[in-house]
């Protein structure tokens, strides 16, 4: 994060410093103008979303919708990067107890009516009562408009993360027109301010969203970025299609029914790709695959036995099957292109040693009881992980057992507190870990924390990483923390990261500028004639 | 997933009135199935199935849950039969070790249903004061669709064989207590069993001497369908992700983990889906022979 | 007549009453929450807590189930957790749907299964009659998910010509809605027209065995006169039943097939929402579902006393 642009709003000349790295931002001068407009395209959804209020939901395929539709004061770039959106620029004072925003000119809701700051004020409040990640504000004490261009956030104590956790992208805080306020949770209006509108919602089938025509993009950038900068709809629809079956998805795409789609399966990825009317665009770095480990229960309580499990597992084994071979070995909780990276603790990854793992299980003591592994079917990469990882445990001389349910059954069990339930859990990180490292180890952080310790107590050398991580006034001395705490849980073996998947995702040759994001972005993007 | 168990039965019992009808001798119905042709048929189809069943651990070499990153994806022909699946596990393997799972299944809830369909019926049929009531809760277990009911059963019971066996228990029985309840309501009005009610019989000798075997007949026709929707809603249910857990064999499993690449491996789903397909017809077969054979007055030809 | 249907439905109302208990029950005893369901996959431990307070899941069962009776004697079926929206305006959204996609299955099953039956029964024991009840049989063997995965394989994926999932609605474009209905009706069509195509055929040839239709050939009437007037006149009567079950088996056939083919109608809905732990809409979407099931049935029976004048109720 750069301190120097929140305190003088100085972010043009920044962010045109960053862009002119990025290879897919050629024209500097001026900004992206649509080579060709219209069109109306499809994309193949894999999940099915139930509801579009961005201030209530986390999961994936909401955000895959509605972050076309609303934007937030501020977001993230393409690395990462906090960068404004709404607002022109945020003023952080000395003390670092306000924040004082100035809002974008012109701005305009879907309905038509100008943003103020008034509605970023109803925003706020709505998203304090109802919004899930209102943790976000608990350290604020309140906020003021004291004029319609101008928001102020009041803070009870210096946070130097705050800007950071304001503008996450996994909960954030979208701009609702102030009538909106009171929407129930679930519920809210889709209204927001961003380059697409929302103009037909059939939950279980399809979402279509056309062109926003009074759309003011923001011309403190000259391309689209992250979630932010200079956004222009070129197209004039784009309707989410809910696809659940991969292979009419990629069937689909093939016949031209769908324009774009995510998530195909490897076993076609080949076909798409000497396919000429296709273009075939991997994800990099889209979720890191992982177990945890459950240290309340025996024998997983037992760090030789956590550390025998570590030595057995060999990752590209575990990679292949849970992304059916489309991944990177990746040491840790952050991805080499993020700047907080680190390989802190790359001793304890991809050991795949049966001699050690069997003398380190000698040394624990175990004898033979059934350890049982928790996966689910929802997910396929987290079953399939598992099935190796059971296979390698057996290898080993450990009695290990699937365990499988369904999602929502394995994450209340891997949340009870104390549970003899099961032994290692299988998960997929995926948004956290492309906020930073700051909102990643949270999982790792009491209460709640993924190894789940005795009585939700973490341990304390992790906690005392933890703490620094939030509270060290520089940024290197928080991103020291976070490789203190990173190799702690890995060397305590609190903590099984498998590898980085790749999701792959796929267009008509014809759709030009789709860049895979978290998200898939339609702003920018345009079609051949 | 279907009732149709139940549904050619009473659709036709509604119309025929039963007739109190002869008990025949064993040999000379064996004698007449042996002669059905579509029973004959019927029991070579479902005896494959059943002889791959029994037979499975000497049939197979290798052990159906083996993983084989190496293998993954070969279509059916070379060194393994029928090809392998994504983890390169071997379908001949896993499609013969599902066919046993299917059977077990198939039986367990025929014997359910045996047992307890038949007790509820005949409880039902014959004491009146017991009839409202358990047909009260039997037509509010019938009102759901079957499916839904099954899902909410084995997601409340979490998924295992076991669970999968109960889930359609709860599902069928109602549908064959009502049978058993519509012959016994018949037969406790009969001559016979007025007679032996006016001779002092207890209750429930009268119900195990002169009514349940004479119920018989439907209700054997009813099981030998019954064992066709087990089979074939426990492939819904693992398809569906909530049957036997992943990674044990089933037919519903193997189809579910292939859909993903049905496209470009389209065998994976084919082999246990036709497997299950002569599975089923076998049955159907079987259950049209026994029904003809069995229960004339249900044969309209012949 | 009418007195008739209305002590019918009366008599539903323990059922309901019944069917209303037992969805509850059965849903509070399933492990997991729609908690974790709604939180999704990359939700910390903190949100997936905050949206169970949020929810009120901690309170007792007997004061759930109390608010919920409650409600619904005020006609308030409740809120959907995951979608926010009512049950009620849910379940209305989506049966449409369905009720569009059976109605189709229903024509295809009732013009293939009668015909099929029909002909079999008048050639009966000849080769059509085989061929068709071979076509039954294998009709109500084959697995319906397995059917449509194998028509997505060969008619979306390998050939082409139709799509391979999507829902378009009836009344936004009916050629549209014609073409994404096709394989899903078909799926759910084929084992139902194997069911009918049985009964028909021997329902016929039991009415065609009777001394009128003897009698009635006899005096020389053409034979067509025969079937279509005397004959299928009489056998339209028990295939009424069988028309009854086949639309609560399309419900529920329904289920798989919808969520084979991606189409938003109320199986679907419900499968997800027992798989995501959505209570008030599993309670009061299948409470609704059941209540329509019954009052098919009720119709069913009354249009049977009225094609059968012997059948008459007390």
Same mark, same amino acid.
């Given at each position: 994060m750069k301190r120097a642009f929140l305190r003088t709003c100085a972010a043009p000349a920044l962010m045109a410093a960053s862009l002119a790295a990025a290879p897919w931002a050629p024209a500097l001068a001026a900004p992206f103008t649509c080579p060709e407009r219209g069109g109306d395209l499809v994309f193949g959804q894999e999940a099915n979303v139930n509801s579009l209020d961005q201030m209530t939901s986390s999961t994936i395929s909401t955000r895959n919708i509605a972050m076309n539709i609303y934007e937030s004061l501020v977001t993230r770039d393409e690395n990462n990067n906090v960068i404004p959106e709404l607002a022109e620029g945020v003023e952080e004072a000395p003390d670092q107890l306000t924040y004082t925003f100035k809002l974008r000119q012109g701005i305009s809701f879907h309905n038509g009516k100008p943003m103020t700051s008034a509605d970023v004020v109803a925003s706020f409040d709505r998203y304090k009562k109802i919004g899930l990640q209102r943790s976000t504000l608990d350290n604020v004490k309140g906020w003021d408009a004291p004029d319609p261009n101008t928001f102020v956030i009041h803070m009870q104590r210096a946070q130097p993360t705050f800007l950071e956790a304001l503008s996450s992208f996994s909960v954030p805080i979208v701009i609702i027109p102030a009538e909106n306020k009171d929407d129930p949770p679930q519920q809210l209006k889709p209204v927001g301010t961003g380059p697409f509108r929302m103009a037909e919602f059939v939950p279980g089938s399809h979402a279509r969203l056309v062109r926003y025509d009074s759309y003011k993009p923001n011309?403190?950038?000259?391309q689209r970025t992250g979630?932010?900068?200079?956004?222009?709809?070129?197209?004039d629809s784009v309707t989410f299609r809910i696809v659940t079956e991969a292979s009419a998805r990629v069937a689909g795409l093939e016949t031209g029914e769908l324009q774009g789609v995510e998530d195909i399966p490897t076993k076609s990825v080949e076909a798409m790709r000497k396919n000429p009317s296709v273009t075939v665009l991997p994800l990099k770095n889209w979720w890191i695959q992982i177990a945890l480990p459950n240290t309340a229960h025996a024998p997983t309580d037992n760090l030789m036995f956590r550390k025998a499990v570590q030595a057995a597992l060999g990752m590209e084994d575990i990679m292949d099957a849970a992304t059916d071979n489309n991944y990177s070995l990746n040491v840790g909780f952050q991805y080499p292109n993020q700047p907080t990276y680190t390989d802190a603790g790359k001793e304890t990854y991809n050991i795949n040693d049966p001699d050690l793992a069997q003398k380190y299980l000698k040394e624990s003591g175990y004898k033979g009881e059934p350890i049982y592994i928790l996966t689910n079917r929802d997910y396929a990469p987290m079953y399939n992980a598992a099935l190796v990882m059971q296979q390698q445990m057996q290898a080993v001389g450990i009695k290990a057992e699937l365990k499988v349910t369904d999602w929502p059954t394995s994450v209340q069990m891997s949340q009870k507190v104390n549970s003899n339930e099961w032994h290692f859990f299988h998960s997929g990180w995926g948004t956290q870990p492309a906020l930073g490292a700051l909102a990643t180890m949270q999982f790792l952080?009491?209460?709640?924390? %993924?190894?789940?310790p005795r009585d939700d107590k973490g341990d304390p050398e992790v906690e005392a990483a933890w703490s620094d991580m939030n509270t060290k006034p520089t940024q290197k001395e928080r991103n020291e923390a976070f490789a203190r705490m990173q190799k702690l849980v890995l060397e305590k073996a609190l903590a099984y990261p498998f590898g980085s998947l790749t999701k792959v995702q796929a267009v008509r040759a014809?759709?030009? %500028?789709f860049e895979p994001f978290r998200i898939p972005r339609f702003s920018n993007v345009w079609m051949k004639k | 997933m279907s009732e149709t168990g139940a549904l050619p039965l009473e659709a036709i019992q509604s119309e025929a009135e039963p007739e109190p009808k002869r008990v025949h001798p064993f040999w000379m119905t064996l004698r007449r199935l042996f002669r059905h042709r579509l029973f004959v048929t019927g029991l070579i189809l479902f005896g494959i199935i059943a002889f791959m069943a029994a037979a499975a651990p000497w049939i197979?070499?290798?052990?159906?849950n083996r993983l084989s990153m190496r293998n993954k994806f070969l279509p059916p022909g070379g060194d393994f039969v029928l090809g392998t699946d994504n983890f390169g596990r071997s379908l001949w393997s896993r499609v013969v070790w599902g066919a046993r799972l299917s059977v077990i299944i198939g039986v367990s809830v025929v014997a359910l249903n045996a047992v307890f369909g038949t007790l509820i019926g005949a409880l039902a049929g014959y004491f009146r004061r017991l009839d409202n009531v358990l047909m009260r809760i039997n037509d509010a277990l019938m009102a759901f669709p079957a499916i839904l009911l099954a899902i909410g059963v084995t997601a409340m019971l979490g998924p295992s064989t076991a669970n999968v066996i109960i889930a359609l228990g709860i599902v069928y029985v109602p549908r064959t207590a009502r049978i058993v309840r519509a012959s016994v309501i018949v037969l406790r009005e009969m001559e016979y069993v007025q007679a032996a009610v006016a001779a002092g019989a207890g209750h429930w000798r009268i119900l195990r001497r002169h009514i349940l075997p004479n119920a018989m007949a439907p209700m054997i026709v009813q099981l030998s369908f019954l064992f066709a929707y087990a089979v074939l809603s426990e492939a819904t249910l693992s398809f569906l992700g909530l049957g036997a857990v992943p990674p044990t064999p089933t037919w519903g499993n193997i189809m579910a983990e292939g859909r993903d690449f049905m496209r470009d491996a389209p065998w994976i789903i084919a082999i246990p889906g036709v497997t299950l397909m002569i599975t089923v017809l076998g049955l159907n077969m079987l259950g049209d022979g026994l029904r003809d054979v069995l229960d004339p007055r249900l044969r309209i030809q012949q | 007549m009418l007195s008739v249907a209305l002590r019918r439905i009366a008599s539903a109302v323990p059922v309901l009453l019944l069917v209303s208990l037992i969805t509850f029950g059965m849903m509070r005893l399933i492990p997991g929450d729609p908690a974790a369901a709604i939180a999704g996959l990359s939700a910390t431990p903190q949100q997936v807590a905050q949206i169970r307070a949020d929810l009120g899941l901690d309170e007792p069962f007997l004061v759930q189930l109390g608010r919920w009776y409650g409600g619904m004697l005020q006609g308030d079926l409740g809120r959907s957790?995951?979608?926010?929206?009512g049950v009620a305006a849910v379940t209305m959204e989506r049966l449409p749907v369905t009720l569009a996609l059976s109605a189709y299955a229903l024509v295809l099953t009732l013009v293939i299964g009668l015909l099929a039956g029909i002909v079999a029964a008048l050639r009966q024991n000849t080769v059509i009659d085989q061929f068709a009840m071979m076509f039954a049989m294998i009709g109500i063997s084959v697995p319906s998910f397995f059917l449509g995965l194998l028509m997505i394989i060969v008619f979306a994926v390998r050939l082409g010509w139709l799509p391979t999932g999507g829902y378009i609605p009836l009344t936004e474009d009916p050629w549209g809605w014609f073409v994404t209905s096709t394989m899903p009706a078909i799926s759910l069509a084929l084992l139902q027209a194997g069911l009918l195509a049985r009964i028909t055929r021997s329902t016929m040839l039991e009415v065609l065995r009777q001394d009128y239709i003897r009698t009635a050939r006899a005096k020389g009437l053409p034979a067509r006169q025969v079937v279509f007037k005397h004959a299928l006149t009489n056998a339209l009567i028990p295939i009424t039943t069988v028309v009854g079950i086949i639309i609560s088996l399309l419900l529920s056939g329904a289920v798989v097939t919808e969520a084979l083919f991606s189409i938003p109608g109320i199986g679907g809905l419900l499968t997800q929402a027992v798989l995501n732990r959505d209570y008030p809409m599993v309670q009061g979407g299948l409470l609704l579902v059941t209540a329509f099931l019954v009052l098919v049935n009720i119709g069913i029976d009354m249009l049977y006393a009225f094609l059968d004048p012997r059948v008459r109720y007390e």
């Amino acid at each position: 994060m750069k301190r120097a642009f929140l305190r003088t709003c100085a972010a043009p000349a920044l962010m045109a410093a960053s862009l002119a790295a990025a290879p897919w931002a050629p024209a500097l001068a001026a900004p992206f103008t649509c080579p060709e407009r219209g069109g109306d395209l499809v994309f193949g959804q894999e999940a099915n979303v139930n509801s579009l209020d961005q201030m209530t939901s986390s999961t994936i395929s909401t955000r895959n919708i509605a972050m076309n539709i609303y934007e937030s004061l501020v977001t993230r770039d393409e690395n990462n990067n906090v960068i404004p959106e709404l607002a022109e620029g945020v003023e952080e004072a000395p003390d670092q107890l306000t924040y004082t925003f100035k809002l974008r000119q012109g701005i305009s809701f879907h309905n038509g009516k100008p943003m103020t700051s008034a509605d970023v004020v109803a925003s706020f409040d709505r998203y304090k009562k109802i919004g899930l990640q209102r943790s976000t504000l608990d350290n604020v004490k309140g906020w003021d408009a004291p004029d319609p261009n101008t928001f102020v956030i009041h803070m009870q104590r210096a946070q130097p993360t705050f800007l950071e956790a304001l503008s996450s992208f996994s909960v954030p805080i979208v701009i609702i027109p102030a009538e909106n306020k009171d929407d129930p949770p679930q519920q809210l209006k889709p209204v927001g301010t961003g380059p697409f509108r929302m103009a037909e919602f059939v939950p279980g089938s399809h979402a279509r969203l056309v062109r926003y025509d009074s759309y003011k993009p923001n011309t403190q950038f000259e391309q689209r970025t992250g979630f932010g900068g200079y956004k222009v709809a070129c197209l004039d629809s784009v309707t989410f299609r809910i696809v659940t079956e991969a292979s009419a998805r990629v069937a689909g795409l093939e016949t031209g029914e769908l324009q774009g789609v995510e998530d195909i399966p490897t076993k076609s990825v080949e076909a798409m790709r000497k396919n000429p009317s296709v273009t075939v665009l991997p994800l990099k770095n889209w979720w890191i695959q992982i177990a945890l480990p459950n240290t309340a229960h025996a024998p997983t309580d037992n760090l030789m036995f956590r550390k025998a499990v570590q030595a057995a597992l060999g990752m590209e084994d575990i990679m292949d099957a849970a992304t059916d071979n489309n991944y990177s070995l990746n040491v840790g909780f952050q991805y080499p292109n993020q700047p907080t990276y680190t390989d802190a603790g790359k001793e304890t990854y991809n050991i795949n040693d049966p001699d050690l793992a069997q003398k380190y299980l000698k040394e624990s003591g175990y004898k033979g009881e059934p350890i049982y592994i928790l996966t689910n079917r929802d997910y396929a990469p987290m079953y399939n992980a598992a099935l190796v990882m059971q296979q390698q445990m057996q290898a080993v001389g450990i009695k290990a057992e699937l365990k499988v349910t369904d999602w929502p059954t394995s994450v209340q069990m891997s949340q009870k507190v104390n549970s003899n339930e099961w032994h290692f859990f299988h998960s997929g990180w995926g948004t956290q870990p492309a906020l930073g490292a700051l909102a990643t180890m949270q999982f790792l952080a009491s209460p709640g924390a %993924n190894y789940r310790p005795r009585d939700d107590k973490g341990d304390p050398e992790v906690e005392a990483a933890w703490s620094d991580m939030n509270t060290k006034p520089t940024q290197k001395e928080r991103n020291e923390a976070f490789a203190r705490m990173q190799k702690l849980v890995l060397e305590k073996a609190l903590a099984y990261p498998f590898g980085s998947l790749t999701k792959v995702q796929a267009v008509r040759a014809k759709v030009q %500028n789709f860049e895979p994001f978290r998200i898939p972005r339609f702003s920018n993007v345009w079609m051949k004639k | 997933m279907s009732e149709t168990g139940a549904l050619p039965l009473e659709a036709i019992q509604s119309e025929a009135e039963p007739e109190p009808k002869r008990v025949h001798p064993f040999w000379m119905t064996l004698r007449r199935l042996f002669r059905h042709r579509l029973f004959v048929t019927g029991l070579i189809l479902f005896g494959i199935i059943a002889f791959m069943a029994a037979a499975a651990p000497w049939i197979t070499d290798i052990n159906p849950n083996r993983l084989s990153m190496r293998n993954k994806f070969l279509p059916p022909g070379g060194d393994f039969v029928l090809g392998t699946d994504n983890f390169g596990r071997s379908l001949w393997s896993r499609v013969v070790w599902g066919a046993r799972l299917s059977v077990i299944i198939g039986v367990s809830v025929v014997a359910l249903n045996a047992v307890f369909g038949t007790l509820i019926g005949a409880l039902a049929g014959y004491f009146r004061r017991l009839d409202n009531v358990l047909m009260r809760i039997n037509d509010a277990l019938m009102a759901f669709p079957a499916i839904l009911l099954a899902i909410g059963v084995t997601a409340m019971l979490g998924p295992s064989t076991a669970n999968v066996i109960i889930a359609l228990g709860i599902v069928y029985v109602p549908r064959t207590a009502r049978i058993v309840r519509a012959s016994v309501i018949v037969l406790r009005e009969m001559e016979y069993v007025q007679a032996a009610v006016a001779a002092g019989a207890g209750h429930w000798r009268i119900l195990r001497r002169h009514i349940l075997p004479n119920a018989m007949a439907p209700m054997i026709v009813q099981l030998s369908f019954l064992f066709a929707y087990a089979v074939l809603s426990e492939a819904t249910l693992s398809f569906l992700g909530l049957g036997a857990v992943p990674p044990t064999p089933t037919w519903g499993n193997i189809m579910a983990e292939g859909r993903d690449f049905m496209r470009d491996a389209p065998w994976i789903i084919a082999i246990p889906g036709v497997t299950l397909m002569i599975t089923v017809l076998g049955l159907n077969m079987l259950g049209d022979g026994l029904r003809d054979v069995l229960d004339p007055r249900l044969r309209i030809q012949q | 007549m009418l007195s008739v249907a209305l002590r019918r439905i009366a008599s539903a109302v323990p059922v309901l009453l019944l069917v209303s208990l037992i969805t509850f029950g059965m849903m509070r005893l399933i492990p997991g929450d729609p908690a974790a369901a709604i939180a999704g996959l990359s939700a910390t431990p903190q949100q997936v807590a905050q949206i169970r307070a949020d929810l009120g899941l901690d309170e007792p069962f007997l004061v759930q189930l109390g608010r919920w009776y409650g409600g619904m004697l005020q006609g308030d079926l409740g809120r959907s957790i995951l979608m926010g929206k009512g049950v009620a305006a849910v379940t209305m959204e989506r049966l449409p749907v369905t009720l569009a996609l059976s109605a189709y299955a229903l024509v295809l099953t009732l013009v293939i299964g009668l015909l099929a039956g029909i002909v079999a029964a008048l050639r009966q024991n000849t080769v059509i009659d085989q061929f068709a009840m071979m076509f039954a049989m294998i009709g109500i063997s084959v697995p319906s998910f397995f059917l449509g995965l194998l028509m997505i394989i060969v008619f979306a994926v390998r050939l082409g010509w139709l799509p391979t999932g999507g829902y378009i609605p009836l009344t936004e474009d009916p050629w549209g809605w014609f073409v994404t209905s096709t394989m899903p009706a078909i799926s759910l069509a084929l084992l139902q027209a194997g069911l009918l195509a049985r009964i028909t055929r021997s329902t016929m040839l039991e009415v065609l065995r009777q001394d009128y239709i003897r009698t009635a050939r006899a005096k020389g009437l053409p034979a067509r006169q025969v079937v279509f007037k005397h004959a299928l006149t009489n056998a339209l009567i028990p295939i009424t039943t069988v028309v009854g079950i086949i639309i609560s088996l399309l419900l529920s056939g329904a289920v798989v097939t919808e969520a084979l083919f991606s189409i938003p109608g109320i199986g679907g809905l419900l499968t997800q929402a027992v798989l995501n732990r959505d209570y008030p809409m599993v309670q009061g979407g299948l409470l609704l579902v059941t209540a329509f099931l019954v009052l098919v049935n009720i119709g069913i029976d009354m249009l049977y006393a009225f094609l059968d004048p012997r059948v008459r109720y007390e």
